[in-house]
């Protein structure tokens, strides 16, 4: 049975329609939203990892997939970034941040996220490890994921595969090498 409705039976039609509007311009900013966080999600060109305030892998997009070899439920809530990073590269970081900030800073995964989670820019070059074992060079961005109380709950490592330029650095030098050498 449907409802009959009249115009003297809505005391304000503007407001119903405006209502809907905003509703119909907010899931649809929410539709645009998810679809962007999907495209960043499911991007293959960049790992994208996230992880809780103590550094448990908890997203593991198709990127990360794809460039080190595990598939995201061999590593979600059972291993850190610093797990899958060359464990040599993560003493040596710890090292020259705690020198260079005057601060001791445990190796592992703090020595990852030490200057992002002071609100510190990091972007910096690791080797990443494979899961068949094999490395490769990274570049890698490190953001705090903060709270509206401003606590850090977790962090984003954006991550690119830095094989290519390395190869063509070192053609370069042995370019420059050769030219020397002729000339």
Same mark, same amino acid.
């Given at each position: 049975m449907s409802e009959e409705i009249s115009a003297s039976s809505i005391s304000n039609p503007t407001v119903g329609t405006t209502e809907g509007v905003i509703e119909f311009k907010r899931q649809k900013a929410l539709l645009k939203t998810g679809a962007?966080? /999907?495209?960043?999600? /499911?991007?293959?060109?960049?790992? *994208?990892?996230?992880? +809780?305030?103590?550094?448990?892998?908890?997203?593991? /997009?198709?990127?990360?997939?794809?460039?080190?070899?595990?598939?995201?439920? +061999?590593?979600? /809530?059972?291993? #850190?970034?610093?797990?899958? *990073? $060359?464990?040599?590269?993560?003493?040596?970081?710890?090292?020259?941040? *705690?020198?260079?900030? +005057?601060?001791?800073?445990?190796?592992?995964?703090?020595?990852?996220?030490?200057?992002? *989670?002071?609100?510190?820019? $990091?972007?910096?070059?690791? #080797?990443?490890?494979?899961? +068949?074992?094999?490395r490769f060079p990274a570049v890698v961005s490190v953001t705090a994921l903060r709270d509206a109380q401003n606590e850090i709950i977790g962090y984003l490592l954006i991550g690119t595969d830095n094989t290519a330029r390395k190869q063509a650095e070192e053609a370069l030098l042995k370019a420059g090498a050769l030219q020397k050498a002729i000339f």
């Open positions: 962007l966080q /999907n495209a960043i999600l /499911n991007s293959a060109n960049f790992s *994208s990892i996230a992880t +809780d305030e103590k550094g448990v892998i908890q997203i593991f /997009n198709v990127g990360a997939e794809r460039m080190l070899g595990y598939a995201a439920a +061999d590593v979600m /809530n059972k291993i #850190t970034p610093a797990d899958i *990073s $060359d464990p040599e590269e993560v003493v040596a970081r710890a090292e020259a941040l *705690s020198a260079e900030l +005057d601060t001791p800073i445990t190796p592992g995964f703090e020595a990852l996220v030490f200057k992002a *989670s002071r609100g510190i820019e $990091d972007i910096y070059e690791l #080797t990443y490890i494979r899961k +068949d074992g094999s």
